[in-house]
Structure formats: C-alpha cells, structure tokens
C-alpha cells in the first residue's frame, strides 16, 4: 500500500504532516501511526479523520450553492450532464449535483466518461477533469455546436486558460491559495480547528 508505505517510512521526518487523502478509505488508522498534534487535513475530511485539525471544501454545499446562483441559465437546456469519475472525484461532488437537480426538476445523466459519447445540441455539462473540458470542446467543433448557444459547459477548479478559451468557461471552485494561506496561519499559530474554505462560482461565456 503506497499511502500506508509513505507515512510509516516518513514517521519523524517531519515537523508537520500535511495530508490530502482525497478517495481513499480506511485512512484514518494508518495516520494513526503519526503524533496526532503534528497533523493537518487538507481539501477532504473523512469521518474517521475528524479529530484533526484540517482545511476542507464542503463540495455538496458548494454545489448546489454555486449551482443555485447559476438556475436561471441552466434552466434553458434540456438535459444537465455530470461526468463523474468516481476513483478520482468526491462522491459529495454527485450529491450535491443530483440534489440540485431533484429540488429543480431538471432531467439529468451521470457518465463516467464522455471521450466515447456524443454530445447532444440542448444539453449543458459539467466536466470536473479538464480532459472532458477539451473533449467536449473538440466535439462540439467537430459538429459545428456553438457553446452557450447550443450547449453549455460547468468546469471545476480555475485555471488562467479558462478565461481565454471559448470566450471564457464558467467554473465553479475553491480557492486554493487563500486555503495555503489558512493552512499556514494554523500551522504557525498552532491552531486545532476546522476550516471550511469557500466554494464559489466564477460566470463566464460557457453558459
């Protein structure tokens, strides 16, 4: 096991741990084997790892707030596409989208990956990896779809480039150095509390 490898091997190597367990289970006995005030929990808090002091997004919430502010614009498509990989991506992320959807009304699909599906005219999707971002951008060309006209695109995590392509992506994130920030005010001034950091909409073209 890679993870339980590296901090077992890393045990007092360091004067803080840092760590982002993102998917993984079961982590919360193998960081069990580090000194419990030297650890902090970034980006995904599990239930076993509550006793640290951590950094987290509530992606649910995030999600269905951000997805709220966005209502009115979504509501002019068809169909709300949600491509979702499960091994790599919160499961919080999918309930808060299909939340969402439920409380609207809005008829909606989950893919595992959109690289060998066609995309539809009247759809919006939102794309979490930025592979689906440029595979759906590369098919919507291919078939001469204009996006926010004939389909609309949701990206997450900015990025400079999404300002630029396509006359700019809507994305919907959090902010990563304000969390560095944070981070470093709790390590410094010894803090052991739990942070949520902002999750937030950015408007542009896409939509």
């Not at 209502?71 to 169909?79: A, D, G, Q, V």
């Not at 300002?163 to 959090?174: D, K, L, Q």
């Given at each position: 096991d890679v993870f339980r490898n590296a901090v077992i091997n890393n045990n007092g190597n360091y004067s803080y741990y840092v760590i982002m367990p993102g998917n993984l289970n079961n982590t919360g006995p193998i960081i069990n084997f580090l000194p419990d005030k030297k650890v902090y929990i970034l980006d995904q808090i599990h239930d076993d790892l509550k006793k640290y002091p951590a950094i987290y997004q509530n992606f649910e919430k995030g999600i269905v707030d951000c997805l709220n502010e966005l209502?009115?614009?979504?509501?002019?498509?068809?169909?709300m596409i949600l491509v979702f990989d499960k091994l790599k991506q919160p499961e919080s992320i999918k309930k808060g989208f299909k939340s969402f959807c439920y409380n609207n009304k809005i008829q909606f699909e989950i893919l595992s990956s959109i690289e060998h599906r066609s995309i539809k005219k009247g759809n919006i999707y939102m794309l979490l990896e930025d592979s689906s971002l440029i595979s759906v951008i590369k098919k919507a060309?291919?078939?001469n779809m204009k996006v926010s006209k004939d389909i609309g695109i949701i990206s997450y995590n900015?990025?400079?480039?999404?300002?630029?392509?396509?006359?700019?992506?809507?994305?919907?994130?959090?902010?990563?150095n304000e969390m560095g920030i944070k981070l470093a005010e709790m390590i410094t001034n010894r803090l052991k509390v739990k942070i949520e950091n902002n999750i937030s909409l950015t408007l542009r073209n896409s939509v």
């Open positions: 209502r009115s614009k979504i509501l002019n498509y068809s169909k060309r291919i078939k900015d990025t400079p480039l999404k300002e630029i392509i396509e006359n700019g992506i809507t994305v919907i994130s959090t902010d990563f």
